[in-house]
Structures are given as structure tokens and as C-alpha cells.
């Protein structure tokens, strides 16, 4: 057994084998930092890595442990001469003692998109998986077409031309176009990542296709750069990455210290799905509940109810909630709610407000009114939900009493 090295008196040496070209490689590589920091500060080996450099540890390095994106046999075979603790965050290759993973939850990610067009009346779902060189087992994909399905709804799945293996996903742009053109309107698509994403509101914008009305578009894995070079902003389901890295050096400073490896590996689940503009649509033909939704929309900073916004638009209660139902396949009120927990979470991660000033500017009638409706729609308290993003420090953030 490995000798416990303290983290406060003699400073662990980590090696960090992760890619850091990828804005997802990068986040995993923050939630390290910020354990270390935290617990006294490790000294780490980086290799500086893309995807096509070459990867392994040297024979002559010496430290306590290794995460790694494992993802091809030299790099496994030159850490495994180590003989060191090791932790593999990578989606590639199988969970085992020697090599446990802690990683996000891809089967949990896969449900959770299909999920989100099902809810929102889609019969219709498409999906794009990784490019065929990165040699993934699509592990989304299983999820994406059995939630399709078992909502009644048809999945399609886009098979790319397996002759064409570069890098660049443009040169199966062809073969995207037709597809595309062949899918019954109006879609939602799934995406493997916001490469593809990309590539999809591309093959709309130069076919005349409308999005988000006729394709929708969400992406499992997000990259807000490739979104802000779309023709427009892209929806994806929030990974909670830095949380991957933390826990992954959790897990390794657990090893390190004697703990044995877990018979399965550590799953990250996802927090929830991240609305722009590529998924922004009133699937409905319905005018009143077209106009119900764009009020919601707009003023959602306001203690709007079911029967203000049925006085607003002069019809009853009663019709807007059948209309509704018909057209939406859910309620008002949950309209309602959709949109004011969009806007907390947005207050949550983008400012350092204290919770009794989100409440005052959120329209709740107090700080414990809107606590009781968070956890109630989420499952976290809104401090839990605010550490849980790279914003603010696991030690410093503003907390809320409830924690």
C-alpha cells in the first residue's frame, strides 16, 4: 500500500495527461484546480495536448498519482508502468481497478435530450453521434431513441459515410444536407456535440430551412465558442464538467491515501438543459397559446399567474388550460415556472447578488418563498445550485440558510 502523503505538508505531485484544445477538457482541468486548491495544493505535471500529439507519461516521472483521458494503449501502457493511482475521466474504454473513471453521465445526458423535445410535443427525433475518428461507443445514442420511442415519438439517426474519416466534420456535409432534407418537419435534433450542432445550422441556413420551427437543435456537450460562431446561439444540456474534475481529484486523493477502487465508475448526472435560440419555439399553431407563451417569455421577472395571464389575453381560465394542454402538452403553470427558474438560474451564475436581492428582483414575495419554489423544481437549494458553477469558489459563495 501507496504511503499516505499529506496535502498540507508535503505538496502531492499530480500528473495531468487530459487534452486542453477542448473547452470540455479545459472545465475538467478547472475542477482539479480548484480541489487542490481547496486542500492545500498539489504540484502538477501538464502536458500540453491536442488531439493529434502524442500522448504518454514518462518513464522518469515521478508523483502520487495520474488523471488521465485515457484514450489509446501507449498512453494506457506508459501509465501503467507507473504503478500509480490513477483516474480516468475519459468517455473511451471500460471502467476497472487499475483504471476507474469518474466521468459525466452520458446515458443520463442522452435521456434528459431527448426528454426535452418529448416534453415539448416533438413526434419527430433526430440524432448525430461523434465523428467516426474519435472511436466512441456512442453510449447517447441507446437513450436518445428508447426515450424517443417510448414517448410514441419516431427517431432518426444520421449514419455518416464511413469512407470519410477526417477530422473536419465538414466533409460529410453532403451527406448531412440530404438527411437534413429528409426528415419529416418539424424535428428536434439531438446532437453528440456543438460541432455537429454547428454543422446542422448551417445545412438549414443554406437550405432556407426555418430554425428553430422546423429544426430544432440541442447539443449533448457544450462549447459556448463553436455556439457563438453559429448562425445562431446553440441549446445544450449544462454537463456539470468542473464538478467531474473536482470529484475525479476526490477519488484519486481518496486512492492515494489507501481507499480502493469503486466497483463502478463515479457518474456525474447533468443539471438541466440550457435554452438559446436554437430550440426557442412555440411548437404550436394555436395563436392564444402563441401569445400566452411570448408573454410569459417576456415578462418573467413578475408573480404571473394562470389567471392574470388569462385576464391579460380576455379568454377564461379554463380555455387557455385546454389550449394549452392541446397544444403544448402541458400547462400554463408549468410555463409559468419553466421560465422563472430560467431566470434564477441565470441570476445564480452570472451574479454575486445575496439571495434576498435575486428574490426581490425575481417578483417572490420573499427570500423563503423563492428557496421553497427552487429546491421544489430543481432538487438543489439555490447555494448548492451556485457553488456547483466555476463562478464562485466551493468555500466562498454566498450560501442560503437552508443549506
Known sequence: MLQRVSAYTDRLRIALLILNESYWSRRILHGIARYAEV??????WLHPRGMEQPRRLPDDWKGQGVISRISNEPLRESIARHKLPTINVSWLGDHCPRFPK???????????ASSFFVERGFEHIGYVGPPLYYGYEDAVLPEVTQTAEA??????????DPAVKQADFDFQRVRLVEWVRSLPKP???????MIQAREIMLTCSAEG???PNDVAVLAVENDPLVSQLSPVPVSYVEQRIERVGYE???ELQRLISGGKPRDEPLLIPPEGVVEMASTDTVFATDVLVQDAVAFIRQNPYIALSVSDLARTLDVSRRMLEDRFRK????SPAEEIRFARLKVLKEFLKQTDLTLAQISQQTGFSCE???LRFFKRMTGLTPGAFRRSHPQYPLDNAPTDSSD
Open 39 to 44: 486542500h492545500g495544493g498539489w504540484d502538477f
Open 102 to 112: 469518474v466521468i459525466a453521465d452520458p446515458l443520463a445526458a442522452g435521456r434528459m
Open 151 to 160: 414517448a410514441g415519438c419516431q427517431a432518426y439517426q444520421f449514419a455518416p
Open 187 to 193: 424535428v428536434g435534433i439531438v446532437t453528440w456535440h
Open 209 to 211: 430551412i426555418d430554425v
Open 248 to 250: 475525479a481529484a476526490q
Open 327 to 330: 397544444a403544448l402538452k402541458r
Open 368 to 370: 423563503n418563498t423563492m
